[in-house]
């Protein structure tokens, strides 16, 4: 046992020392995602600086658990966002590790064990998912040894004491994400079914599953006031429609969020996968199919891992953000593979017996490690060993998660310098505008993270009611862009559209234009006078640019 925990620990060390690589940049990786958030966060939990005005005003409206970024505001990520990176890459070494040990106790084989965390290694979508600084990987970690620890509760004598440790690790990855609830229930449920004693089960359980509870409610009693509470808005959003649209909406929005998970998963093992008739896909489909299968048939028996799957994937088929899936169902994947692993084993020990079928087992993961090993050596690797130009100062293309997504490479490579020239843009804000200043802008918390001066929010849907919005913010300059953070599709329009409108009340102060001289981003200076005395005016002429 000893020598298998040093060959997962060499192994984990190994792949924890690729995604240091991989990951360490002094900026963030995307403007799409939810790291902005956390290191708001960070910033005004870190004991070790000050958190700017602009910052300190923003973090009450952030409405994330807290336990990650405590995590970067004690270790230093707060204002070192190389260290930020860093714990993300730490976190998913760490889960390469406790997956190792879970999928050991889930077959009873040390070799597949290792097999599978050695798949797990190599998922292209861990790789995707590694240059955000955000909470899967933090939250994997804990979710897996909450697993590893439940586990040697039902097979070994454990006390009040070891029920405690328990509820602490449920407690910090309940605190990491909010979607560890299901984890707590599956927990909860696993210990019920597989509790022998009535006594036993009404003396301990409640030592694993109250502190999760009794200390998210003490998170939600005592955080900031401020801002909607996405969560909430989110299920009572889901609720109203399905009250007013009735069944047949809510099963549309289930059906299209199924299919997103299953994209997720294809995006895990190949990233792209072109016709369902080619091998990559058929092979792909086979070992998900085999996952989920297995995933039941565990649930079935009453252990954790599979209804923790069933739990998570019942609450992602109705969570309104099907193209954010490839993050968010993140946490299955492992599990799903470990899975497949064990179905796998069982049904070569119905036909060929148990000692064979456990030396057979691991060679197994040859499948999904034949989908995965190409697809981050000859992609991901690719990619990353050619986006090294220094767009500026301290971003370079390979900096940003979307030139991985993004197939093709000149359209990865466009998007990425958009994303660049945005985190300069709002470099140049902070020069150009004073201290204290109010700044209008479709995301106002990329003003407060990285210009310092506090966001405001402009909502793009009233455009039209410019002026309204105006007065009711009080901006002090009005920042446009040719891309909107939250509409990566474009589905709102052209971001650029406000400009027409806001150009009675402000004048410009500076604008930037492409190669072809079309208007990319402009910064606005509100005149309170005109916007006090504007009533309805029609948009007057400006020497500024037109998109």
């Not at 401020?226 to 047949?248: K, L, N, T, V, W």
């Not at 599990?335 to 060679?363: D, I, N, S, T």
């Amino acid at each position: 046992m000893r020598r298998a925990h040093l060959a997962l620990g060499a192994l984990a060390l190994v792949a924890g020392a690729f995604a240091v690589a991989f990951a360490w940049q002094p900026g963030l990786a995307s403007i799409y995602d939810d790291s902005v958030s956390y290191l708001i966060m960070a910033q005004a939990f870190s004991p070790w600086s000050t958190a700017s005005d602009a910052v300190a005003a923003a973090w009450p409206a952030q409405k994330y658990p807290p336990l990650f970024p405590m995590l970067l505001a004690l270790g230093g990520g707060a204002s070192d966002w190389r260290i930020a990176h860093a714990w993300v890459a730490a976190s998913f070494a760490a889960s390469v590790f406790l997956l190792g040990i879970h999928a050991r106790n889930v077959t009873g084989s040390v070799r597949l064990g290792f097999a599978a965390a050695l798949a797990y290694a190599w998922l292209p979508g861990t790789w995707l998912n590694m240059k955000g600084i955000l909470s899967e990987f933090p939250f994997m970690a804990l979710a897996l040894a909450a697993l590893v620890w439940q586990h040697r509760l039902r097979v070994e004598s454990a006390s009040r004491r070891d029920h405690l440790i328990l509820g602490l690790i449920l407690s910090a990855a309940l605190l990491t994400r909010t979607i560890g609830i299901a984890l707590v229930g599956a927990v909860a449920v696993a210990g019920i079914v597989s509790s022998r004693r009535i006594g036993a089960r009404t003396r301990l359980l409640p030592w694993a599953v109250l502190p999760p509870l009794v200390l998210a409610g003490l998170w939600y009693l005592v955080r900031p006031k401020g801002g909607e509470d996405a969560y909430i808005a989110f299920s009572a959003g889901m609720a109203q429609g399905a009250a007013e649209h009735g069944p047949a909406w809510a099963l549309s929005i289930m059906g299209f969020n199924a299919s997103s998970l299953a994209d997720a998963w294809y995006n895990a093992l190949l990233i792209y996968w072109g016709e369902p008739w080619r091998p990559a896909f058929i092979a792909a489909s086979f070992v998900g199919l085999s996952g989920a299968t297995g995933s039941i048939a565990r649930a079935c028996k009453g252990e954790a891992d599979g209804l923790y799957v069933l739990a998570f994937v019942a609450i992602l088929v109705a969570w309104p953000f099907p193209g954010q899936m490839y993050r968010l169902a993140l946490p299955l994947v492992p599990l799903l593979l470990v899975h497949a692993l064990w179905l796998w084993e069982r049904v070569a020990a119905r036909f060929a017996g148990e000692e064979r079928a456990r030396r057979m087992a691991p060679y197994a993961a040859i499948l999904p490690l034949a989908l995965a090993v190409p697809a981050v050596v000859f992609y991901i690797a690719g990619r990353a060993a050619t986006g090294g130009e220094a767009v500026v100062p301290g971003y370079r293309v390979g900096d940003i998660a979307e030139f991985y997504r993004i197939p093709d490479r000149r359209g990865a490579e466009e998007n990425a310098r958009q994303q660049i020239a945005i985190f300069a843009d709002l470099e140049q804000v902070r020069r150009t505008t004073p201290d204290g200043a109010r700044v209008m802008w479709y995301a106002p918390d990329y003003v407060a993270l990285l210009a310092r001066r506090r966001g405001v929010a402009l909502a793009r849907r009233d455009v039209p009611a410019m002026a309204a919005q105006m007065r009711a913010a009080k901006p002090d300059y009005i920042y446009f862009a040719a891309v909107h953070p939250r509409d990566s599709a474009g589905r709102l329009g052209n971001p650029l559209d406000g400009i027409a409108a806001a150009l009675p009340f402000a004048d410009g102060v500076w604008q930037r234009v492409d190669a072809r001289g079309q208007l990319e981003s402009v910064l606005l200076k509100v005149d309170a006078g005109r916007l006090a005395n504007a009533r309805q005016e029609s948009p007057a002429s400006s020497t500024m640019s037109r998109p």
